[in-house]
Every structure is written in structure tokens, then in C-alpha cells.
């Protein structure tokens, strides 16, 4: 790899390609952060002769496993189960796990290299990692969802601990499935650790954590908002997605004055012109949770909204988008409309939602544009905090956890801001929150040599 130097973003990425081919969403997400990181080491020597960003873009780990399970009609299914373990350099390994068809080894390593720096952006001392299996839980009955996470459980729980590497929920991964991977682990081991996060509060969770991400991604938006003299009250808002963190986002826009017109799933999307209020998305947290339903009731019930079949929400006009359904979920083309429309500001609460045409739109814009790394890190620092909460064996309150995770999310969005502001007065928070990330994790693995 000597010859493959991060000194030229073609060469450095020609390298990553070769040696992970196929990988698309990995290589995107890699140049992504490289393309920011390669010009601004260029004149400090020591991460370059250190090839500190080529041993970022290796992960430390893969670990891959078969994961067998009955389903209720006795038939043996077989999936595959991931854990990337991709840098610890600032602390344990931490990041969620998706269970998805989609899951691919891809995908998986793409979202444990972001983890990485939205960890460190954090301030708080996480390493990161990802996991998750192709597994759908989407029309399992309770008890097949159960034989999976035991039968996923059984295998992960060796490369899993409170002091080496702690997984959360993601896509298909909420409270129910982390309490069945909870109880698992529990009973191998026989230990009760702060293993997991986004645990219930009866066994170690933490009060805010559902809320996290969404209410971080609103307190970034307003953060952002705000170095225009601007804020959420009065604006349009679409939003895509209707899970845990598109509803918690969607709640606190409401709270802030805001009024969100649509929410989506993999099915298509509703738009509501009255605005879904806090009582509308209490009906689609308790439609996609407890009813495991689709958006589209929505519409059947609402009168005045429409469902828009297969279609994604982007061509609504709208003063600001937050994408928090999935990956690549804005192209270059949604990025057009949305600014064509007068969108000024983009909130990323799902993971890489816009590909790197879309965000290079939103940049030579000048658009407000808040990437996933530092805008839906409320998730992840919730986690860090439930994490302490169960070194301690304490629960903290819920009023000093709001407080914790405003005061985190203005101490991500002043991080990425000063590294990313431009002498016009611009701030590029992508360029921002990659070098600010890289940046501790780099200093890390300087001090530890050659590992
Ligand atoms: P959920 O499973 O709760 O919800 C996911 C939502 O996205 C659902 O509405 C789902 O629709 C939709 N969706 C999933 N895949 C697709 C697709 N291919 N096309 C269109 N819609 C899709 O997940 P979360 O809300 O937890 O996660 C959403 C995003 O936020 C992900 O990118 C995740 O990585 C990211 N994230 C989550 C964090 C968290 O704390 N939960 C933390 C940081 C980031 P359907 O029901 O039809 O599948």
C-alpha cells in the first residue's frame, strides 16, 4: 500500500478500490472525507508519512457469521451477521446494527468508517464500528424476531463488551430487538454490562435516547439557521422516512414552530398541506411500532393528505429538507429540484442520504448543508451518555440529558464550523466536521506508533 500515499485523492482512491472492489457505497463514503482530508495534510507531514487516513480506510476488523434460525413454520432460514470494527483508536467501538435485506458487507463498512469520525466529532470518547444482518424483520412474527437476535447474539457476543465494542439500534433495530439481544447476551455470559445501548429504561437505558438523533438533527438545522440570524419557526419542512428518527425529528420541528408537509417510507411518501403535527406523528409512531403499518394509512385516514406511490419527497417545494430514511436517497437530480423549489437548508438525519453530486449542488449553492456526521450525531453521544450512565450504575434525569445533548449538539456544529467557515464567510460543514473528526482520531493513532 506504500505506494498509495494520501497525497493525491485519484491515486489514494484508486487504492481503496482495488483493494475493496465492488464496495461503491464504501469507496463513496471514503472519498467523501478524502477529498477534504488529502488537501488539508498536504503541508503537515507526519500524517501523511504515518499513512494515517490509508490505516483509517482499513478497518481494524471484519467480523462475518452465519446466523441460523427456525422460523414458525419450522423451516431453518439462514442469514448472514456482520460486526465492523473499524477504528478505537479514542475509545470502544460503538455504532449500530441494521437488519435489512439491503445489509451488504458494503454498506456495513461505509457506515462503521462515517461512525468514526461522527464519534469523534462528539468530544466524547467512542471509537467506531457497525453491524447489522441481511436479515428483514419487516412481517416476522415477535417470536422469529426473537430466535433471530438470540441466534445472531450467540455468535457476536464474543467480540462484543462494555470496554471493547458497543452496538446499538439502526434501520430494523429499535427497543424490541435490542431487548431480545440484551436478554441473550445476559444469559451467555452471565453478566449484566452496558453491552448495548438504546436499552429500556427498566434494564439500563437511557431517558432521551428515542428522542437523539431526530431532536440532534432539529438542534443542528437551528444551529445552522442561526449563523444567518434565521430559525425553524414559520418554515416548510419535508422530511423523509417515519422511523424513530424521522418521528423525533418531525416532533421537535413542530415544537421549534415549523411545519413538516411529508413523511415517507420504502412504499412512497404523504404529503400533508395542513402540516403533520405532534398529534399526526404520535399516530405514525404508534402506525410503524406498535402497528408495524405503512405511511400509506396515513392518507386513508387524514383527509387532505395524498400518498404518493414509489416516489421520494424531494420534489415538494420547501424551505428546508431533512433526509432520515436511508442511504443515497438524494441524487443529483432531488438536490436540483429541492433548490430549484428554494430549499436554503438541508439537514442530513439518516446516514450518506445525499450522493456526492447532490452535496456538491448544495455546496456551490452555498446552502445551509448539514452532513450526517455532525447533524445526526445526537444519536451516538446519547449512547456515550447511556454508556456512562451504566458505568456509574446511575440514571441520569431526563431535563440534565435534554440539556446534555443541546449543549453536544452546539459543541459538534462550533467544532465543524470553525474547521469548515471560508474567507467569504461560508461554512462548508462537510469540510468541517471531516477534518475535525479526523483530526483527534488521527492525533490518537500518532501516539500509539505503529499498530
Ligand atoms: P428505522 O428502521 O426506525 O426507520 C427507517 C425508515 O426509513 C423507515 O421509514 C423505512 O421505511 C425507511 N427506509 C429504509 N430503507 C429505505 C429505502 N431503501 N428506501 C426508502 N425508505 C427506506 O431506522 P432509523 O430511523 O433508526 O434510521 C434511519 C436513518 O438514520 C438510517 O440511515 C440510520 O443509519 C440513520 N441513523 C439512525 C440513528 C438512530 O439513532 N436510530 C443514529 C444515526 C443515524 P420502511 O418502514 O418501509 O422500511
Same mark, same amino acid.
Given at each position: 500500500?506504500?505506494?498509495?500515499?494520501?497525497?493525491?485523492?485519484?491515486?489514494?482512491?484508486?487504492?481503496?478500490?482495488?483493494?475493496?472492489?465492488?464496495?461503491?457505497?464504501?469507496?463513496?463514503?471514503?472519498?467523501?472525507?478524502?477529498?477534504?482530508?488529502?488537501?488539508?495534510?498536504?503541508?503537515?507531514?507526519?500524517?501523511?508519512?504515518?499513512?494515517?487516513?490509508?490505516?483509517?480506510?482499513?478497518?481494524?476488523?471484519?467480523?462475518?457469521?452465519?446466523?441460523?434460525?427456525?422460523?414458525?413454520?419450522?423451516?431453518?432460514?439462514?442469514?448472514?451477521?456482520?460486526?465492523?470494527?473499524?477504528?478505537?483508536?479514542?475509545?470502544?467501538?460503538?455504532?449500530?446494527?441494521?437488519?435489512?435485506?439491503?445489509?451488504?458487507?458494503?454498506?456495513?463498512?461505509?457506515?462503521?468508517?462515517?461512525?468514526?469520525?461522527?464519534?469523534?466529532?462528539?468530544?466524547?470518547?467512542?471509537?467506531?464500528?457497525?453491524?447489522?444482518?441481511?436479515?428483514?424483520?419487516?412481517?416476522?412474527?415477535? $417470536?422469529?424476531?426473537?430466535?433471530?437476535?438470540?441466534?445472531?447474539?450467540?455468535?457476536?457476543?464474543?467480540?462484543?463488551?462494555?470496554?471493547?465494542?458497543?452496538?446499538?439500534?439502526?434501520?430494523?433495530?429499535?427497543?424490541?430487538?435490542?431487548?431480545?439481544?440484551?436478554?441473550?447476551?445476559?444469559?451467555?455470559?452471565?453478566?449484566?454490562?452496558?453491552?448495548?445501548?438504546?436499552?429500556?429504561?427498566?434494564?439500563?437505558?437511557?431517558?432521551?435516547?428515542?428522542?437523539?438523533?431526530?431532536?440532534?438533527?432539529?438542534?443542528?438545522?437551528?444551529?445552522?439557521?442561526?449563523?444567518?440570524?434565521?430559525?425553524?419557526?414559520?418554515?416548510?419542512?419535508?422530511?423523509?422516512? $417515519?422511523?424513530?428518527?424521522?418521528?423525533?425529528?418531525?416532533?421537535?420541528?413542530?415544537?421549534?414552530?415549523?411545519?413538516?408537509?411529508?413523511?415517507?417510507?420504502?412504499?412512497?411518501?404523504?404529503?400533508?398541506?395542513?402540516?403533520?403535527?405532534?398529534?399526526?406523528?404520535?399516530?405514525?409512531?404508534?402506525?410503524?411500532?406498535?402497528?408495524?403499518?405503512?405511511?400509506?394509512?396515513?392518507?386513508?385516514?387524514?383527509?387532505?393528505?395524498?400518498?404518493?406511490?414509489?416516489?421520494?419527497?424531494?420534489?415538494?417545494?420547501?424551505?428546508?429538507?431533512?433526509?432520515?430514511?436511508?442511504?443515497?436517497?438524494?441524487?443529483?437530480?432531488?438536490?436540483?429540484?429541492?433548490?430549484?423549489?428554494?430549499?436554503?437548508?438541508?439537514?442530513?438525519?439518516?446516514?450518506?442520504?445525499?450522493?456526492?453530486?447532490?452535496?456538491?449542488?448544495?455546496?456551490?449553492?452555498?446552502?445551509?448543508?448539514?452532513?450526517?456526521?455532525?447533524?445526526?450525531?445526537?444519536?451516538?453521544?446519547?449512547?456515550?451518555?447511556?454508556?456512562?450512565?451504566? $458505568?456509574?450504575?446511575?440514571?441520569?434525569?431526563?431535563?440534565?440529558?435534554?440539556?446534555?445533548?443541546? $449543549?453536544?449538539?452546539?459543541?459538534?456544529?462550533?467544532?465543524?464550523?470553525?474547521?469548515?467557515?471560508?474567507?467569504?464567510?461560508?461554512?462548508?460543514?462537510?469540510?468541517?466536521?471531516?477534518?475535525?473528526?479526523?483530526?483527534?482520531?488521527?492525533?490518537?493513532?500518532?501516539?500509539?506508533?505503529?499498530?
Amino acid at each position: 500500500m506504500c505506494a498509495k500515499r494520501a497525497t493525491n485523492l485519484d491515486t489514494f482512491m484508486n487504492g481503496v478500490i482495488e483493494r475493496n472492489a465492488g464496495e461503491t457505497e464504501f469507496h463513496q463514503a471514503v472519498r467523501e472525507v478524502a477529498a477534504d482530508v488529502i488537501p488539508w495534510i498536504q503541508d503537515k507531514p507526519e500524517y501523511i508519512e504515518a499513512q494515517v487516513l490509508e490505516r483509517m480506510a482499513e478497518p481494524d476488523r471484519i467480523v462475518s457469521f452465519r446466523v441460523c434460525w427456525e422460523d414458525d413454520n419450522h423451516n431453518i432460514r439462514v442469514n448472514r451477521g456482520y460486526r465492523i470494527q473499524n477504528n478505537n483508536a479514542i475509545g470502544p467501538y460503538k455504532g449500530g446494527l441494521r437488519f435489512h435485506p439491503s445489509v451488504t458487507q458494503s454498506i456495513l463498512k461505509f457506515l462503521a468508517f462515517e461512525q468514526t469520525f461522527k464519534n469523534s466529532l462528539t468530544g466524547l470518547p467512542m471509537g467506531g464500528g457497525k453491524g447489522g444482518a441481511d436479515f428483514n424483520p419487516k412481517g416476522k412474527s415477535n $417470536s422469529e424476531v426473537m430466535r433471530f437476535c438470540q441466534s445472531f447474539m450467540t455468535e457476536l457476543y464474543r467480540h462484543v463488551g462494555a470496554d471493547t465494542d458497543v452496538p446499538a439500534g439502526d434501520i430494523g433495530v429499535g427497543g424490541r430487538e435490542i431487548g431480545y439481544m440484551f436478554g441473550q447476551y445476559k444469559r451467555i455470559t452471565n453478566q449484566f454490562t452496558g453491552v448495548l445501548t438504546g436499552k429500556g429504561l427498566e434494564y439500563g437505558g437511557s431517558e432521551m435516547r428515542p428522542e437523539a438523533t431526530g431532536y440532534g438533527a432539529s438542534y443542528f438545522l437551528e444551529d445552522m439557521l442561526h449563523t444567518r440570524g434565521d430559525a425553524i419557526e414559520g418554515k416548510k419542512v419535508v422530511i423523509s422516512g $417515519s422511523g424513530n428518527v424521522a418521528t423525533f425529528a418531525a416532533e421537535k420541528i413542530n415544537h421549534r414552530g415549523g411545519t413538516v408537509i411529508t413523511l415517507s417510507d420504502s412504499s412512497g411518501f404523504v404529503h400533508d398541506p395542513d402540516g403533520i403535527d405532534i398529534e399526526k406523528v404520535a399516530w405514525i409512531k404508534e402506525l410503524k411500532t406498535a402497528r408495524r403499518g405503512r405511511i400509506k394509512e396515513y392518507a386513508d385516514h387524514f383527509p387532505g393528505a395524498e400518498f404518493h406511490e414509489g416516489k421520494r419527497p424531494w420534489h415538494v417545494p420547501c424551505d428546508i429538507a431533512m433526509p432520515c430514511a436511508t442511504q443515497n436517497e438524494i441524487s443529483e437530480d432531488d438536490a436540483r429540484s429541492l433548490l430549484s423549489n428554494g430549499c436554503t437548508a438541508v439537514s442530513e438525519g439518516a446516514n450518506m442520504p445525499t450522493d456526492i453530486a447532490g452535496i456538491n449542488l448544495f455546496l456551490d449553492a452555498k446552502i445551509l448543508f448539514g452532513p450526517a456526521k455532525a447533524a445526526n450525531a445526537g444519536g451516538v453521544a446519547m449512547s456515550g451518555l447511556e454508556m456512562s450512565q451504566n $458505568s456509574e450504575r446511575r440514571s441520569w434525569g431526563q431535563e440534565q440529558l435534554r440539556e446534555l445533548l443541546r $449543549s453536544t449538539m452546539d459543541g459538534i456544529h462550533k467544532r465543524a464550523y470553525e474547521a469548515g467557515v471560508e474567507a467569504d464567510g461560508y461554512c462548508n460543514y462537510v469540510r468541517g466536521a471531516n477534518i475535525a473528526g479526523f483530526k483527534k482520531v488521527a492525533d490518537a493513532m500518532l501516539a500509539f506508533g505503529v499498530v
